[in-house]
């Protein structure tokens, strides 16, 4: 494995190729689906999109740390193999051909550790590509590497990396969320056009939203989960990251191995709960303005109730961390372990041994909240809320004087996004408009709607 230094001379080589087709922004700049069909119609190759693309990697990444592992010399032979294939006058690319993407670090690919953020790892190299990175591959994406996260996916910042803190690309003092946040990164700075994450209690929508780009935490069991590291079975759920929801659509397909085709959502409910003063005034506005573009394109916006969604995080806390006290111990014992995973471990055991009370209520509690949302999706197919409370938080030691007068400037970011998670829905979100630091929309629906979340998050962006 090589850094994209390996990519530098052939992207130069092909520069003036790339001008004439009058492109000046860059083939890094275009979408998944545009890269797809130009290399689906011999226009560019998919050598000259993957180089590009390593080119700027090259460039941004020593200010953004969003990657763990950068296979330049993989992604080349690759797209070179691929090139090779489509000479041949008969040959059929795939939907996503020549298409860049990376995955996060808990995600197996074949001869590489899955660190998981980590080096407490044990050094083994994946045998074979998780189903969801094979899936990707066969209709022609191309891996360029593997993204920063959270040790083990527990944190929701991307500072907790053994490999150190990924930056936003939007405001480089920030975090870019966690814990799919080197995902988040690479997509909005334009490094690739989709990745895959993972999504716990809100690991891949946090990001997308507080980099400005789309995450989908998809259905249960609508993409495969074998070969990706656990955190809690039964929440864990694996999407895709992109910067439109075209890409995200064309993603999550491949990686789903196809979506049902959806009717038009016309009436979405607002979670009253989850609009209340804990929301900062710079998500609340953004999030009304986008209600209005819904209401604009035709969609009736109700309010709907939810009790017990604002407590939800507590009740998440409390579940997974039980559920993760097998899969941490193995980590924790090396002795290599970062300090919030040996904390979070101290904590598990805790509430396993001190409180035995803990878990039943919190599975009681439970049921409550996926009750509650059930009814709500009675009344209204699709529930919105803001993604999460703030914007993108300052990274560890970068904090002002205005932030420190702040009580909401660092907030539980999650504490909206769980609530999908422990109900077992799917939900997107998607970028509000804002003038400011980005914030996200979240959509959710009954488990198996992924097509229809998609769809009106397209129909109305």
Known sequence: MHTADRAAGHAEATSDEVA????????????????????????????????????????????LNAFTL???????????????????????????????????????????????????????????????????VDRGAILLGRANMDELAMGASTQTSAYGPTRNPVDPRRSPGGSSGGCAAAVAAHVTPIAV?????????????????VGMASSPGLVPMYGVAPFARGL?????????????????????????????????GVIRELLSERNR????????????????????????SVPDAPHALDTYMVLTSVAALEWLAPWVRTGRAGEELTRRHEYAEQVRDADPGALQQADERRRRLTAQM??????????V???????????????????????LAAPYTDCWTVVANLTGLPALSVPAPTTGLPTGA????????????????????
């Open 20 to 63: 004439k087709r009058d492109r000046p922004e860059g083939l890094h700049h275009l979408t998944a689906v545009q890269l797809a069909q130009l290399v689906a119609a011999r226009e560019v190759s998919a050598t000259d999109v993957v180089a590009a693309h390593l080119e700027h990697l090259d460039e941004v990444n020593p200010r």
């Open 70 to 136: 950068i296979d330049a010399d993989g992604a080349l032979r690759a797209a070179g193999a691929l090139d090779a294939t489509l000479r041949h006058r008969f040959s059929r690319p795939g939907s996503l051909a020549g298409v860049p993407f990376v995955v996060k670090d808990n995600i197996d690919v074949s001869g590489q550790v899955t660190a998981c953020g980590s080096l407490a790892h044990d050094g083994a190299l994946a045998a074979m590509d998780a189903p969801v990175v094979r899936r990707l």
């Open 197 to 213: 994450g993972t999504d716990t209690g809100g690991s891949i929508r946090e990001p997308a939203s507080q980099c400005g780009v």
């Open 236 to 268: 864990d759920r694996a999407g895709p990251l992109a910067r439109n929801i075209g890409d995200t659509r064309a993603a999550l397909s491949a990686m789903a191995g196809g979506l049902t085709p959806a009717s038009p959502v016309r009436q979405v």
């Open 281 to 304: 005034p710079d998500v609340l506005e953004p999030f009304r303005a986008w209600l209005d573009v819904l209401a604009r394109h035709g969609v009736e916006v109700c309010e709907v």
């Open 374 to 383: 059930r009814d709500a999706l009675r009344r209204c197919p699709v529930l």
């Open 385 to 407: 809320s803001p993604t999460m409370p703030t914007t993108a938080p300052l990274l560890h030691g970068e904090v002002s004087a205005e932030d420190l007068a702040d009580p």
């Open 442 to 461: 979240m959509l959710m629906g009954s488990p198996g709607t992924d097509a229809a979340l998609l769809q009106l998050a397209g129909r109305c962006g």
